[in-house]
Structures are given as C-alpha cells and as structure tokens.
C-alpha cells in the first residue's frame, strides 16, 4: 500500500511500448517508409502484397498445417531458444568428460572381502574408507568384492539425446560393471546390489582424490533409496550436474530372471520379520524391478538413442513435454510420473508409427497428450520389447500397476507410479489437450510459461506428514507385504493411503498420493484431493442391504460409530452413513466429518488440512444471524431470489396500460456473490426514527445524534416492459411519464397487495417479505436522448457521455448478473468464493470506488470459465486460484476474457484482443471482454486504476507466498487474521470512525469469535409495517463526499463493510511549491512568494465535513 | 497576514471560531470585458480557493462584515468536477461599492459557520437529506401533472404553428413522405448499403487476375496474422515471459 504511486503518464509509456515492438517487427518495411513517406499507405500495402518467396510460403504454409496458429509457433520458438543450453557450458562438459573418461580408464584395481570393509580391516586406505559409508544392504554369506576399471562407459539421458530443456545441463553416465567382478548368481539376496554399491562409493574415493569433482554426493536414482547413483558437479563447469549410473556387463544376468514372478530374496535381509516360507516362495515385485532397470539400461539406452538420433522435432517435443511437467508439479513425488516414462512412451509412439519424423514439435507434445490422456496404461500397457511377451504376469503380480515395459520386456519404468497418480496425469493430459483446443491467448502461457504447484490443483490437501513414522498396521497381509520387500515404508503408506481412498472413493475425482523420501525413510506425505462435485456433499454414503450379512458387516466395521441401519424411500434397507445438515456450509464441512472419522479416529493418526472450510469462517463469522439455517451466503441470497421471483409474479399481473414483462435483479445478491446479503425482517419505529406515512424516518434531527438504525441494503432491481412507441420525445417528459408509472404501480400494489413502496426520483423501492427491492428502468430511448445531439450540418449523432454510460450500465448489468447466476449454478462455489474475495479486497480497504463488486465477480467468473484447472469445489479454493491468478496477472498485455456460454464465437473474442493489443493505451487499465457491451469495456472505465491493480498484485503474491510456506512448514500458519488485516503504516492521515454512527458496524471483520450475536426474528407479515431507512450509510456519504472534493489531492481507503478507519494517501504531487497563479492556488496556503499545500486546513476540512461521524484524525 | 499578489489579495477563512487554521483565500475586484447581468461590474468581488465546505449562504455570513450582500454565485467548473477538485471561484455581489472596497480592505473575515447560522454538515445533513426525499405520493402525483400539463401545452403550440394564419402549412418530416432522418447511423447504414449492392454485381472468381489476387489476399491475411503474431511475442519476451523456471 505504501508504494501506490500516481502515474499520470502510464498510458504514454504503453504507447510506446506498442509502437516499439511494431518497429521491432517490421524494421524493413520501416525503412521504405522513411524513404518514402509521401506514400506511406500504399508502401504498407504493397508490403502485404510482394510476391512470396518459396521459404515464406512454405513457412506459412507449415504454420497452418503442423502447429496451431502462428501465435503458438512464435511462442514455442521462443520458449525453445530460452531453454537452449549455452554453447559455453557444452564445451566445458565436452573437454570434462575427456579428462573423466582419461579418469576411468587408469582406475587402480583392488580386491577384498566384504567383510573387511564391514570391520575395517583392509590394510588398503581406500578400502578402509568404504566401511566408514553407512551400510544400506545386507546378504546371507560373504562375498569377494573387486574394484577395477570399468568395462566400458556411456553416457545417456535427454542431454545425449538433445532433448534437455536447459538452462542447467545434467547429464548421466553409465559406468558398466566388468563381467569378472560378478558371479551368475549375484541377482540374489542383494548381493549386485551390495557389489554396485561399494563400486560406487569406490568411484567416490578415487573422484575425491582427483580433484575433477566438487559437491560429491551420494544420491539415489528417482527416490528409490535401493539404487544409489553418484551426482556430483564438475569442476570447471557452471549449472552442470552429473549422475553416475553403474550397471551389469548385458550377458551377466539374464533378464527373464526379474520377471514379478521370480523370487530373488531368500533372507530375510530386510528385517521384515515375515514367516520364512513365505519370503521363501513370494515373487519379489519391486526388488526384481530394481535389478531389471540396471540390467537394462544400456538396452534401453541405444533404443532410444536410435529413435531420436536427428529428429530434431521430436526432441524439441521432449523439451516441451518434460517443461511441461516440470510447471505443472507432476513429477515432485516419489513415485510419480518423471522424464525417463516421457522418453519410453515416445519411443513407443514413434514405433507404433503415431508420431514420425515430419511432425512438428506442436503435434509431437499434441498425439503424446492425446495417447496418455486416452490410454489406460493399465489395461493397454506400454512395451517396448518386439516379443510378444504377456504382459498378464505383471498386471498380476503388480497388482494393477500401471505398465511401461521396456525392451526387454521384464523392466516396468513405472513401477512405482499408483493407478491414483496416473488418473491424474491423464486428467492433466486432457486438460492440456482442451487447453490447445480452446486456443486462447493464454493457453501456452498456462501450460508452459507459468509454475502451476500442485497444491492448487487440488481442492484441499491432506498433510499426514507429523504422523511419520507411519505405524504398523499389517493384519493378514503377509503376501502382499513380501511383495514390497525393501520399501516397508512405502507398503505402510500405501495402506493408510488406501483406507482413505476407500472412505471417500465415490466423493472424489482424485486422490493422489504425493510423497517425499529421505532415504528409506518418509519424509513428506500429502494426499492431493481433488473433489466430484455431484457427489462430495451427498448427506448419504449408502452401504449394502441389511440382508447381505456379510457386506454390511464390514461396512459397519469400517464406518464404526458413524453407521446406521436406514431404511430408503424406496423400502430397501441398508446399512448406511448418514450427515446431518441443513446448511450448505455444512455439506461442505462433511469432507472433513470424513477424514476426522478415517484418519484421526480409525487410524490413529495426526493430520492437517489444508486450504479447505479455513477462510469460510470469514463469511460465516457474523454479528447479525437470521432465524433460519444458514452457513455462508447462499441461504440467504436464496430467499432473496425467491422473494423477488414471487414479488414479480405479482408485478406481472398487474393490470396497467403498459405492462410489465419481466423483472431482473442487478444486486450481487442473485448471482450469490453478496457477502452479507440483507436479511428478511419486521421494521417498527425505535428511538432514532419516526414514521412518516409509509416510511420511517429519522426523528430528533436537530438533537445530537446517538445512534442510526442498522443498514438495510435495497436489491437493485430492473423491470422490462412492454414494448411501446408511445415514449414522449422529450427527456423531461419521458422521466415524467416513468414518474406517473411508478405511481400507478405504487397505488396498485398498496390497494391490492398491501404491499408498501415508496417513490424517488429514479427508482421505485418496494418492502416485500421483510426485504427492500428497489426497481428502475431505463427505456432505450432514454439513453438514445441523453447521447442525442446534433452537429452543426444538422445531422444528428449519438455521443457518449458519462450520464449514458451510467445507463447503459443499468442497460447491460441485469444481463450480467443472469449470466453469473448460470455460473454459480453450474459451479456452487462461485458465489460465496466471489463473495469471500471481495470480502477480502475490502478488507485491504479497496472499496467499491477502487474495483467494484461486479469487476470481482467477473474476474473470478473469467477464472471459472476459463479454468485450466478443474474449477474450485471449495471456498477457500477459489480463494487461493484467485490469489494464484492474481499474482501473475499482466493486465497490460492480457485482457479478462469471459465468453459466457461460448456465446462469442473465437473469431470475435480474437478482433477484440488484436483491436485491444493494437491500441493498447487507447483503453482502461483492466480491459474485461464479454458479450454483452460491444467491446467496449464498460464496467471498467472508471475503476479499477493501475496503482489499485498493482496493489492487489502484490497482496496476492504474498497470498500465495504464504500457501508455499503453509505446505511445507507444519509449523507456519496462515492465520484469517494475517491475511485479512490491513496495514496502516504507510497512511498519511487515519479518520477514525465514530463506531455509534456506522450503520454497517455489524458487517466489520471479527477476528476472535463472536459472543453476542443478533439473531433476527423470523420476518411476519403485519399490519403497522414500515419501509426502513433505506440504504443510509453515512460512512460512505462521507467517502463520496471526501473524494469529490478532494480526489484530487489524496486517495481514501476504507472497508466498505463496517470499516472503522480511513486511510488516507496523500498524492505525492500536492507537496511541490508552486509560483502563485489563479490556476493552481487551489487546496494551497500562501508561503512567501509560493504557493504550499495547506495541509491542516485540508485536514479540519475533513473533519468538518464529517461533523459527528468522525472520532478522531490522526495525522501520521 | 495579508499580502498581495498579481493583484490578489489573501484573507484567511475559518470554518468555525474553533477552528485552529484556516484556507488562504485570494480576491480582486472582478473586471473582464464581457458583461454579466448577474455580475455588475464595480460590485463584484471575485474569489478563489474557496474550500468545499463553503456554500452560498455561509459565504455571505462571512463576507458579511464588508456590507450587505446581494447575491453569492458559486462556481462549478467541468474541470473542477473531473478533476475531483471540490475548490471553487465565488463572485460576491455587493449591493454597493462601497461595500466592495470595504471587502477588500478587511483584515479578517467573519468564519463560514456561526451559533446563529450554522452550516450543516455531515452525518446531520445527510439525514435531513434522506427525510426530505421521502415524499408523500399524492404530492409527487401533482409535480408530474403539472410537469406533463406543461410538456403537452407545448406540444400543442408546436402543432398549432405548422398552419399559420394565412393557411400555409410548414412541411415537416412528419408528412406523407417524409424522406429519410438526417441522422449518423442511417447515413453509414445507406453507404454500406451502396457498397454492398455494387460488391454483389461482379463476379468474384472470374478473371485469372481475381483468382490472383484472392489468393495473394489469402496470402496477405497470413502475413498480417503472423505479424500480429510476432508481436503479441515480442511484447510478452519484453515482459521476461518466457523465462520458464
């Protein structure tokens, strides 16, 4: 807030900016032009229209055929030459790896006993060193060990391939084992392992000697803490980190042997403590997977190589793939999907002849989207081997694990990737495929260019990470325990995680484990949950019948307390979970019902949620309750809805020359995005008012003022009407005629309904059901005669003016908020998650003046539109991609899009954008496109400002900034209070409200939780009703005034609702001193010869213009 | 302190005897060539900075030592209202000269705001405001009568003038063939009109140079997508857009 600054000069430096990437582009043309200015039209022309040279049309061409439009082109272009890796650093590699290479081929050879190292009896130094390495496996006998120099080497990763998005280089090598240190029979009971490890660390010792290597670290291949690999960083190389890989000479083992039906363990080595004979006789799945991906690597390895050996669109499809997954977090768990099952399923794609060597590097990225998000990896494995070989055995064994085989045929690069995580890569695949379809402006800005982390792409996130170590929790399952032989940890997860994922299966889309390991040891475990809308808030989890003894047995069992026999309308009786509630609020909260029940209760353990039902307390906090049921704002929107549909009903029926068709509400109430909706209520007549006919009004004017009577919001309304030609031609006239309407209405509602209104000016406001609806209209005539004017040849024109674009709001806004309904109703978070945004943007005192409700509501309705993430299910999530979006949000370059319904075709949507890009300066700081104004903006011209959007960038930032912090440190909080409490510091005046006379004192945000609450009586219809003071609100009668008189000189900030405090920024240029002239004395005080700003008048101003309203100014 | 400046002369004005500072106002006599009947040359006293607070009637309170006061207009510029600048120009008329040199002599005006007449503001004001918009329906019945009585009365006149006394009727364009409204939009709607009828008469892909040119046309809308292309690129590089991670 400190740093909003008064640019008057904003608009220029767009300009500029626009015309100087236009000569940037066309520096050619421009210099014909300079030549020949006299003609410069005719130049530009006859530039579009030289004959094209073979390389141009070919390029056009291209564009039209392989990529999706130019735009995409240029953009992948760019994005590709920002990732190329430096010629620099690949030099400086090239000439490392020689010396490495020069390294390996003088390694000294040694011998000796495992058991030496173990005890430290070697009297070779080096050997004497491995012991001091922590001791991963264990074997059943001693086993002879020999170091030598590797029987050859390769290096392998994307970098070989040239297919490594830079900026850093990492690159691997493949040190292969000579056949004489290994024995045929070292595939067993870990005894490769134990041989390529201390090889390994061998390779440590002799590098550390060597001075070619700094930041030397054991480190393990993708998490998996049983295959170890060496990284280190290169001497002499910048951002350059290189793995070291050891495998089998290819004829030592032979690979059937690690097929998942193989038992290769035959100790218990892993201090399991399972029964003999079953360890005995189990296939080891994940230890026979582990020796597979060595034995095959080199295999592997050269079939890709071959595969992508000069085809540089295939590469430049890899980089923009694994880019992909970088931004979009889905390879940040262990045992998610990573780079090398990219490289396999395109290797596969490219043998079964769906992506070739003419494609594009676009429609490389497009078929691999559309292969992975339409194929069940389960059912409809990957393989790379030629042999048909039946992939059933690993379905089986791997107990549906999701299959990619390599060439071989018995390695599966996904083994530790669940079916959960796939489904969700998939969900992302086809995401990213509609998000190429929809073909808007940000689409490769939103799947390449921005960091999307993953804890937004979930409705809420379940940390169980302060419950490790996960404690034992077998009961009957031996086998399938063997089979995670050497990942215990990882079986003990997958159980926890199983048991949630089968309490809430049918109320999620997904649910994915997303996990970190230290080692063997677990070090971060999320649940990523991404909610089924249809079914999350269902009251009911039905189970089986009751006659199904057995089923309903379990199910009782599993839902314990919580369980009940219920008999259904249908007559059927079940065993089932029933929630109560009667709130929507509530439905949201039984997503939390549930994991308190699983994980707390049923498992024991500690968790945290996060980012769901948090925030919601805002909206729910509220000094003043209703009668009824109600949790956010929906119930109480809803009975505004209701009442106004009835009270239009009676509208309708009215007998009057000119009908009215149909009523629309404008208010945020109907579209749900109202934070404090008004409440139905009687009105009586109490110590600060009196009745006057129909109305109350403010009695003991002229005593001092002691307290107001609370805020009663009106709901603007909008009344169509019967087509009629009959409209006087006269503006007078015609506001007369719609006078002498209102009074008709007014006397037929009274004399028949006994309904109570009250005329103004403008609008009507009628007190129906406890609630104050307040109807206008504007006839298109009326706008037509407030732009009519006629020019000086007698031809009559339709100008804009402030007054007409003031109707036509009223004109567009009813279309609007009809719109937003739809929105809500398709996504029920829409409304009270718009509502809590806007609570929150006020609460950084940006008030309406600053960006209005409805410039929220569309926003955050752009955002569920063009979602590129599921949209939100929950409050706080809406919440947070708001913050997310926010954050990121370049409005000079990008204007909010929102096609309602798709009802603007992309033709249309796409004039507008190039016509806003062409002439950017030319329009408002936000541009909003939509249907309903013609492309002109409307809603924005006035607010929000530059200075007003970048402050809510950076509130924003710091939003999303805390989220990070939140996920990763248990103990960091995000309290309501840190991020809905203002700062004040860099005021330079505070007005303190007097709290008395604040009508919407009621509304201000409560930050401990509330004792006395005011619940209003149930609404009755009776004889002494009044209509109550209608939307005074003194403390914005005093802003509007304040900013009239002195909009000029400074910024006022204030939280509409219930806010206490104004703060008040000076604007940085009333400080100069100026020369005395008639033009610029105004707000200044003589000094000298000069002209100052007279800053204390100006304040007492202020307080005077407020007179009791005010408390105190403090000046700062 | 009063001092003078390009012939100005400053007074301070406070709100209220409590106030504790005050607004530099600056005055001269007013003289500009144009006559105003509202502002009599020799009686008005011309005034700027005069604080938002101030209104008509408070004007005249504080002017009021200097003599009696015929009439305060208070200036309300565009530019002002723009600009959200609520300072304005008052022109004080004075009944006599006299009292307008006096007013340029004071040392020290009256404040805005007296126990006797005291200037509303704030929280009072707006109440006053909103129980005097509450109106009774009938009364509001007769304003619109009498407004719509008016309108019509005029409509009338205006009827009755297209046949003068000698019989002549004025022809208006409301007649049998009234020709077309001389207005913006019909006349944009007839030249599309035109441009259209004219387009619809040729063949389009007859001539070996029309299927030349429509294909370098095609060409052309190529370019100009691929230039415009270029750059929204070149502006979102200009933003570092395309630095990854």
Known sequence: MKNIMFETNCAQSCDTEVVNAVTDSSKKRKRSDISNKGSIKKKCKNAQFKLPTVEELNNLKETENLFNNNLFRLQIKELISEVEIKHKRKRRLSEWSRIFEMFLDTLPTYECMLDEILKGVHGVKLIHKLGEYQRIFKTDHDIPLKFCRPHSYHKFGLYENNALAGPALYTNYNLVLPKQTLHAKDFLNNRYLIKRYYYLLYIVEELKTSNLATNLEIDFHEGNHLLPIIKLEPTGCDKTIISIYVTPASECFKPQRFLPTMNNLKFDLYDTELDAKILKEQPTVYYNNLIAHDVALKINNDLIYETLNGQTNIQEGIKLLCIWLKQWDLNVSFGSFTENMILYIIVYLFQKKKINQYMSSYQVARNFWSFLGTTNLITDPVILADTTIDYATFSVHSQDAVLILDKTGCYNASNFLTKEAFGKIQVECQRALELLDKNTNNSFQQLFLTKQPFYLQYDLILDLSKSIPLKQNYRNEEIKRSMYVGYDELFKLYQVFNIVNKAVSKRVNNIVPIIEMDKNNLKKFFMGVNLNPMTAFGLIEKGPALNDLAQAEEFRKFWGHLSSDRRFRDGSTNVAVYFTTNTIHGKRKIMKTIFDYVISEKLGLEYRMLFYNHYEDILLSKRLVPSYASGANEETSLKGTHSLDELGKILRSLQIPLKITGVQGVSDTFCFTEVFPPIPSNFKEGNATSVQGNNLIFANINQKVGSLPRYVQPLQCILQLEHSSKWPNNLQALRGVRLSFFITVSKLLQNQYNILSNIMEDFMDVYYNGLVFRFRFHTPKEIALVKKFTDGDGITRFVESTESQALERWHIMPKVVSALKGVQSTYPSYGPGTALIKRWIRAQLHDESHISDIVINLINASLYINAAESPPNSIDGAFFRFAKFFSEFDWKLQPIIVNFNDDMSKEEVSTLESKFQANRGAYSPLFIIMQYDQGLSLLTQTSPSEEVLASIKRLSKQCVDCMSRVVFDPSATMSIKEMFKPNLDGFNVVIHIQPLLNTRIHEALVLSTITNRIVVEKYKTTEDDKIPIVGFDPVEKYLSTLRENYGKYAVFFHDSYGGSVIGVLWNPQVHQTLDFKPNHVNAGKLTGNKITFNVDAVIEDFWNLGGELVKTIERR | ?245
């Open chain 2, 1 to 245: 302190m009063t001092s003078e400046l390009l012939g100005f002369k400053v007074l301070p004005l406070q709100f209220s005897s409590d106030s504790t500072s005050s607004h530099d106002i600056f005055l001269k006599e007013h003289s500009i060539r144009k006559k105003d009947e509202n502002k009599p040359p020799g009686q008005t006293l011309f005034v700027i900075n005069i604080p938002p607070i101030a209104t008509e009637d408070s004007l005249k309170t504080a002017f009021s030592p200097a003599g009696k006061i015929t009439r305060v207009i208070l200036d309300v510029s565009e530019e002002g209202l723009a600009n959200k600048d609520g300072f304005r120009r008052a022109f004080i008329v004075f009944s006599k000269r006299e009292s307008l040199l006096k007013a340029l002599r004071l040392k020290q005006l009256d404040p805005l705001s007296t126990t006797e007449k005291p200037v509303k503001t704030g929280i009072k004001k707006w109440m006053e405001e909103y129980n005097s918009s509450i109106v009774d329906i009938e009364k509001l019945q007769e304003q619109v009568d009498d407004c719509m009585r008016k309108f019509e009365s005029e409509e009338n006149n205006k009827k009755e003038d297209t046949v003068d006394d000698e019989g002549w009727t004025l022809v208006t364009k409301g007649g049998r063939k009234s020709g077309l409204s001389r207005k913006e939009s019909v006349k944009t709607k007839l030249d599309e009109k035109i441009a259209k009828s004219s387009k619809n008469k040729e063949l389009k892909n007859f001539y070996t140079f029309q299927i030349r040119e429509s294909k370098m046309e095609n060409i052309a809308k190529l370019r100009k997508n691929f230039e415009e292309a270029k750059k929204k690129v070149n502006l979102m590089k200009e933003a570092r857009k395309f630095k990854p991670y």
